[in-house]
C-alpha cells in the first residue's frame, strides 16, 4: 500500500517557478515509478511527466519538456516536479501517481494517487 501526499503548489506570476513535492508512504516506494498529472477546470486530466523506479529514466509530455524536471529522492520517500518558465496554461491541479509499471503510470492507470495540489499561473 503507497499513500501520496502532494504539497508546495500556490500562485505564482507568469515566467516564475515552483517546486511540487510528493511524499510517499510504505515501504516499497523505492521499487515503483512515479508521475505527476495535472487537471485543468473543466478539462480531463493529462500525463506531465514520470520517472522510472530508481529516477533514472524520465519522460515529459511535450508542453513541458524543457520546462520542468521530474525527480526521486528515495531517501526521503518523495518525487519532485520542478516547475520554471511557468505560463498560464499551466495553471491546473497536479497530481501524483504511483505504480510499479512506468508504462501505466504514464497511461494514467496508477494503482495509487495523491489529493491533488492546486498551481495558479497569472499573466
Known amino acids: 500500500q503507497v499513500q501520496l501526499v502532494e504539497s508546495g503548489g500556490g500562485l505564482v506570476q507568469a515566467g516564475g517557478s515552483l517546486r511540487l513535492s510528493c511524499a510517499a508512504s510504505?515501504?516499497?516506494?523505492?521499487?515503483?515509478?512515479m508521475g505527476w498529472f495535472r487537471q485543468a477546470p473543466g478539462k480531463e486530466r493529462k500525463f506531465v511527466a514520470a520517472?522510472?523506479?530508481?529516477?533514472?529514466?524520465?519522460h515529459y509530455s511535450d508542453s513541458v519538456k524543457g520546462r520542468f524536471t521530474i525527480s526521486k529522492d528515495g531517501t526521503k520517500n518523495t518525487v519532485y516536479l520542478q516547475m520554471n518558465s511557468l505560463k498560464p496554461e499551466d495553471t491546473a491541479v497536479y497530481y501524483c501517481?504511483?505504480?510499479?509499471?512506468?508504462?501505466?503510470?504514464?497511461?494514467?492507470?496508477?494503482?495509487?494517487w495523491g489529493q491533488g495540489t492546486q498551481v495558479t499561473v497569472s499573466s
Open positions: 501517481a504511483a505504480d510499479q509499471s512506468t508504462s501505466t503510470v504514464i497511461a494514467g492507470l496508477s494503482d495509487y
Open positions: 510504505g515501504r516499497t516506494f523505492s521499487s515503483y515509478a
Open positions: 520517472c522510472n523506479w530508481s529516477g533514472g529514466s524520465t
